[in-house]
């Protein structure tokens, strides 16, 4: 296959604009300021950490996590309510966004793994995405009554024994921790 430097430049463009696009839970939780490609560093973080916790392919859980939300950047981000009533068409997206770019089976296998759920790294990396919804919860409403009920409604999806525990650790834990445990923050 002969490379097609236009098309991945387009690919490349395209990318780019997730870091334009809040995420929709933005509608419900005005406070949040996250964004879709900010979302898939994140989870590929989470994942690659749940993978060696999990003895998984931290290369295909990576690759799963970093591309999971790539068709948002054409069918937008559907939160829980809006995918109730819009139906998306994310394989078409992904196929022709990946369209003449030399990665372009190897996502679309990827993908279709992911979306499966059958396989360990499947299943870690939907955990990596839900677990990424539980810190932002965590940042967001650290001090709301309503924190508890958000996580457990995107905690109750989790597979992973290493993830049920994270997710309860995350809960448990005070979102600015790692700032008042620094070495120099007592000066």
């Not at 859980?61 to 068409?89: P, Q, W």
């Not at 939907?126 to 995107?154: F, G, P």
Request: aromatic content about 8%; proline content about 2%.
């Amino acid at each position: 296959m002969r490379n097609n430097y236009n098309k991945i430049t387009d690919l490349l463009f395209e990318i780019g604009t997730l870091r334009n696009m809040r995420r929709m839970h933005c509608q419900t939780l005005p406070q949040a300021n996250d964004t879709i490609a900010s979302h898939s560093f994140e989870t590929a973080i989470i994942g690659m950490i749940l993978a060696k916790m999990e003895d998984a392919d931290e290369n295909k859980v990576l690759k799963m996590c970093l591309f999971h939300d790539i068709a948002e950047a054409r069918t937008g981000d559907a939160n829980f309510i809006h995918s109730h009533y819009v139906e998306a068409n994310e394989e078409k997206a992904v196929k022709d966004q990946l369209s003449d770019t030399p990665i372009k089976e190897d996502i679309i296998e990827i993908l279709d793994e992911y979306i499966k759920r059958e396989s360990a790294e499947s299943i870690i990396a939907k955990d990596a995405d839900l677990i990424d919804q539980t810190l932002s919860q965590c940042s967001y409403l650290k001090e709301s009554e309503d924190l508890a009920r958000w996580n457990r409604h995107s905690t109750r999806l989790l597979k992973t024994k290493s993830a049920k525990t994270l997710a309860k650790t995350i809960a448990e834990r005070n979102p600015f921790e790692w700032f008042y445990n620094f070495p120099d923050a007592t000066k």
